[in-house]
């Protein structure tokens, strides 16, 4: 994605500390709209999200973005998968992840971000986890973005407004 055609959105969002907070997130101009609107149904619901900074905070470095628990959308980087590399919706700004710790990424024996290995039990239901029909879920559902938690290999964090 050319840097022309992405946007850097300001949001509030409610943290783990029961505060209001702004955060920044990067995404491509074409779902700015649809982004705006998951973020405010999260904030009126108070779903909690640890922190949201653009991975360039991170020096574009994807696992020390997870590390820190960053909620997050473009980054230039290859998809996290098996098979031969090609570029993650994220380099094009479709693609946001959020709470990876609370919501890792299964990727055969392998738990990304490692500090997710308490969230591969799926329940109980813990603060700031992407569940079926829960709010997180339902926000980016309701703009027609998909979840990678239904996957063979679950991304707990990813949703994406292309399906992958």
């Given at each position: 994605?050319?840097?022309?055609?992405?946007?850097?959105?300001?949001?509030?969002?409610?943290?783990?500390?029961?505060?209001?907070?702004?955060?920044?997130?990067?995404?491509?101009?074409?779902?700015?709209?649809?982004?705006?609107?998951?973020?405010?149904?999260?904030?009126d619901q108070r779903f909690?999200?640890?922190?949201?900074?653009?991975?360039?905070?991170?020096?574009?470095?994807?696992?020390?973005?997870?590390?820190?628990?960053?909620?997050?959308?473009?980054?230039?980087?290859?998809?996290?998968?098996?098979?031969?590399?090609?570029?993650?919706?994220?380099?094009?700004?479709?693609?946001?992840?959020?709470?990876?710790?609370?919501?890792?990424?299964?990727?055969?024996?392998?738990?990304?971000?490692?500090?997710?290995?308490?969230?591969?039990?799926?329940?109980?239901?813990?603060?700031?986890?992407?569940?079926?029909?829960?709010?997180?879920?339902?926000?980016?559902?309701?703009?027609?973005?998909?979840?990678?938690?239904?996957?063979?290999?679950?991304?707990?964090?990813?949703?994406?407004?292309?399906?992958?």
């Open positions: 994605m050319a840097p022309d055609g992405l946007r850097l959105l300001r949001l509030s969002y409610w943290g783990f500390d029961g505060q209001p907070h702004v955060g920044s997130l990067v995404v491509a101009e074409s779902v700015t709209d649809a982004v705006l609107q998951v973020f405010r149904t999260l904030h909690p999200i640890r922190r949201m900074e653009p991975v360039d905070v991170y020096g574009g470095d994807d696992d020390a973005s997870m590390a820190a628990d960053n909620t997050s959308g473009f980054n230039c980087r290859n998809a996290v998968s098996s098979g031969p590399p090609h570029w993650s919706n994220h380099a094009y700004g479709l693609a946001i992840d959020v709470n990876p710790i609370e919501n890792p990424y299964l990727l055969g024996s392998q738990v990304l971000p490692p500090a997710g290995a308490d969230y591969v039990d799926r329940s109980p239901y813990r603060p700031g986890m992407a569940v079926e029909g829960g709010v997180l879920v339902a926000a980016f559902e309701a703009v027609g973005w998909s979840w990678g938690g239904t996957w063979s290999s679950p991304d707990y964090q990813h949703f994406s407004s292309t399906g992958g």
